[in-house]
């Protein structure tokens, strides 16, 4: 009985741990705040005093106009929901390839072998230098550009995915088979469960790319969208435009990922606490 | 008086009676990265008694994993036969048990998921008589409380029990154990020792257990077998007369005969 009196003393200590965890993760917050609005400010001083030339930087305030404006003209959403779409059909469709392939690949030792050169050498292609043969191939439109994201998902998550189903522990794989598993088994309930951690890594990191991607598409062919008015303020040196697009996909970017950052929390919540951060 | 160990006869390695596990002329050869051939163990002959707990002990690379291998059906033999339950082992058996030295219990999986995985994965019971197995067992190895937890948040004396109620989930007829205590500490290793052989004196399993730490062969075993080092052959057979139920503990401390084995097969083994 001892023990387990030794064991509600350890879990009230790390549920102590966890609280300063908690309390250390909001003063860091506070931190990062004050920073920001101190850069902010520097920011903003710099441009004013003149330090730096308005031609080629936008000071916050102006910034913070111009999205005020393009909200108001009600076009603002046009051009991110135009971006949205692109990143969102192209990151869904490049994560279910992916991780289908991925498993295929890592699954099939033969054919993995067989076509790992390929995979490789797509991977190792700069894709985003495709977006003018996209276009000759699919148009101006919304494929070409959701064709660009896909490209760009689809590589990072098989990688990955073919990755996390070879590095399942063997005394797992040891186990499964001293207990007379199924090789259907083993796939569903040992090697399935232990490469979602990698999936969802790779899911994650290639957001971002899934992002740029469909900026960057619509740099080349876009007649809406984030990418286009990047675009289209520097044609007429509209800088503040220009930050303002940055501006508003960095905050997609942020609150999209904090989003699947909770989400992974919650559905991995099986991992030790320090390999899940 | 004491029976002085030194003059009781050895056990014998066939008891010619009827055997839960039969080893005849066990052979495995291997070939080493350089093409030579050698052998593992050589000419192995073994009966286990239904029921009995028979401990192997013996130098590392003397062949014991490979012996545990061959029975639980994972490894087939160079030469020789093994029968389980009067029936050649070909393959792996739903009715032979193996207990890693790893806890290897599943990390996605809850404490009671882990308990219930051998059931799930060899299709026995229903969900809810899983459910209500592995409650009972967790109960049986002091862990109710816990089916919700995940094993990170276990220590490893606790893992190791959880391993322990897995491995009776399917109440396999034969329990082959590969150093099932080696990852525990020396105070843990005893508290989970007695846990085990409480589960074990109520189930009565037949268990092979190899080991190479004498004092948890004699304090645990029916018969202890010591195997020479490479290759492995049986050196000595003890049966270790010692009254049970038994405690670990209390042998450490308060049993001159347990010393006495202690002394005995270690000389053996220094040979």
């Not at chain 1, 930087?57 to 135009?82: F, R, V, Y």
Request: contains cysteine.
């Amino acid at each position: 009985m001892s023990q387990e009196a030794t064991l509600t003393q350890q879990s009230r200590v790390a549920v102590r741990k966890e609280a300063a965890g908690q309390f250390s993760r909001l003063q860091s917050a506070a931190l990062r705040a004050a920073g920001t609005v101190v850069f902010v400010l520097a920011w903003e001083g710099a441009v004013r005093s003149g330090i730096v030339d308005r031609l080629f930087l936008a000071p916050p305030s102006a910034i913070a106009e111009t999205i005020w404006e393009l909200a108001g003209a009600g076009t603002l959403w046009t051009h991110i929901l135009e971006t949205l779409r692109a990143t969102l059909i192209g990151f869904a469709a490049g994560t279910l390839v992916g991780v289908l392939l991925g498993f295929a690949l890592g699954l099939m030792p033969r054919i993995g072998a067989l076509l790992s050169p390929f995979v490789t050498t797509m991977n190792s292609m700069p894709r985003i230098a495709l977006a003018p043969l996209f276009v000759l191939w699919f148009g101006i439109g919304l494929t070409s550009r959701v064709v660009l994201v896909f490209s760009l998902v689809v590589f990072i998550v098989l990688t990955n995915t073919m990755a996390g189903t070879q590095s399942v522990d063997g005394d797992f794989l040891r186990l499964s088979r001293l207990l007379n598993a199924k090789r259907r088994d083993i796939i569903l309930k040992v090697v399935l469960p232990s490469t979602v951690p990698w999936i969802f890594a790779a899911m994650r990191l290639s957001f971002a790319y899934a992002l740029a991607g469909a900026v960057v598409g619509e740099m080349f062919l876009g007649q809406r969208g984030l990418g286009y008015l990047i675009v289209a303020g520097s044609g007429v040196f509209n800088i503040s435009q220009i930050f303002a697009a940055l501006v508003i996909t960095v905050c997609i970017a942020y609150v999209l990922d904090s989003a699947a950052g909770l989400l992974e929390r919650n559905l991995l919540k099986w991992r030790p606490k320090e390999l899940a951060r | 008086m004491q029976p002085d160990i030194e003059q009781t006869p050895l056990g014998e390695a066939v008891t010619g009676g009827p055997a839960a596990i039969a080893l005849r002329r066990l052979t495995q050869t291997f070939r080493s990265p350089k093409g030579e051939s050698f052998d593992a163990i050589a000419d192995i002959d073994l009966d286990v008694a239904d029921g009995e707990f028979v401990a192997i002990v013996g130098p590392s690379g003397c062949g014991k994993s490979t012996l545990l291998n061959i029975v639980s059906g994972i490894l087939p033999p160079t030469r020789g036969e093994v029968s389980v339950k009067d029936i050649p082992v070909t393959g792996v058996r739903d009715d032979i048990g193996y207990m890693p030295a790893r806890d290897l219990l599943l990390p996605w999986r809850t404490v009671e998921h882990n308990v219930e995985f051998p059931l799930e994965i060899q299709r026995r019971l229903s969900p809810a008589e899983r459910r209500q197995r592995a409650h009972e067992l967790l109960a049986a190895v002091g862990l109710s409380g816990f089916e919700r937890y995940y094993p990170h948040a276990l220590s490893q004396g606790m893992k190791q029990r959880v391993a322990i109620a897995r491995t009776f989930a399917t109440r396999p007829d034969v329990l082959l154990m590969d150093e099932p205590f080696s990852a525990l500490d020396a105070q843990t290793r005893v508290v989970v020792q007695d846990l085990f052989l409480t589960i074990w004196e109520a189930e009565h399993r037949t268990v092979v257990l190899i080991t190479h730490d004498v004092t948890e062969a004699v304090a645990l075993a029916d018969r202890v077998v010591v195997m020479s080092p490479r290759p492995g052959t049986i050196r000595s057979v003890y049966d270790i007369a010692l009254p049970r139920p038994r405690s670990v503990e209390q042998l450490l401390f308060e049993e001159p005969r347990y010393q006495r084995y202690l002394q005995r097969i270690w000389r053996d083994l220094q040979h």
